[in-house]
């Protein structure tokens, strides 16, 4: 793992960029010693700088816990191949038309996984001391490369998932998790039906599993949930 540049913010939070086996990440720790580690998988057509990833890992570093996310392939400061332009190009105008895109991008979210999970693996075998404990929080495409991670990944300790739906393969996946599993589904989603989310979380073996429902679209998760997410990880 190479790190390259650093910075601190006023709160005490360091942020470091990296570089390992060459996926681009970002770490942010706390003033202290961390009580934890989170695996922090943004959305598609997002990066390891989005807006709402750095929010997140700085509200995480104000619980006490280190944060580590990194550019899912395709996306960020990562090439992309003639297969994510085929695909892109497919969902664009699947959507254009008026048709369901929802096999296509469900297609396309497994071939991510299939590519970033081994990188997940990969960066936490290679990160210094983070308190022990590890937790995972994506949704949206996160989810669909997190929740197939969180089951094969022991190391995982409670996750944050939600913003997806139900595919055969998630819900195998789903099948396999016993860790503590907060779900956030979004009521008036145009992307990810209502049924669907709800198949997806009756799926988790988990015996600790919520499911936090609110109104609105894809993109209107609550502040509130936000900080409930934090607080659950951080405990």
């Known amino acids: ?109 497994a071939l991510q996984a299939a590519r970033a999970i081994p990188e997940w693996q990969s960066v936490l075998d290679a990160l210094p001391g983070t308190g022990g404990r590890v937790g995972f929080w994506g949704v949206s495409m996160g989810s669909a490369i997190g929740i197939p991670l969180v089951a094969a990944e022991p190391r995982v300790d409670a996750a944050v998932f939600g913003l997806i739906g139900a595919t055969d393969a998630l819900v195998a996946a789903a099948a396999a998790i016993t860790v503590p599993v907060r779900f956030l589904l979004q009521w008036d989603d145009r992307l990810v039906p209502r049924d669907a989310g709800l198949a997806l979380f009756d799926a988790f073996a988990a015996p600790r599993r919520s499911l936090h429902a609110n109104p609105g679209g894809h993109g209107d998760v609550p502040d509130d949930e936000i900080s409930s997410a934090v607080a659950f990880l951080a405990r």
Request: hydrophobic share 35%; net charge neutral; aromatic share 4%.
């Open 1 to 109: 793992m190479r790190f390259s540049s650093t910075s601190t913010s006023p709160e005490g939070t360091t942020e470091r960029d990296f570089v390992h086996d060459g996926v681009p990440g970002v770490l942010w720790t706390p003033p202290g010693d961390p009580v934890g580690l989170v695996l922090s998988a943004h959305g598609g057509g997002q990066h390891k700088r989005a807006p709402g990833i750095v929010a997140r890992a700085h509200r995480c570093t104000a619980a006490g816990l280190a944060v580590v996310t990194l550019d899912a392939p395709a996306h960020g400061d990562r090439a992309r191949t003639a297969t994510d332009d085929r695909f892109s190009a497919e969902i664009r105008a699947r959507i254009t038309s008026g048709g369901d895109a929802s096999p296509l991008v469900a297609e396309y979210n």
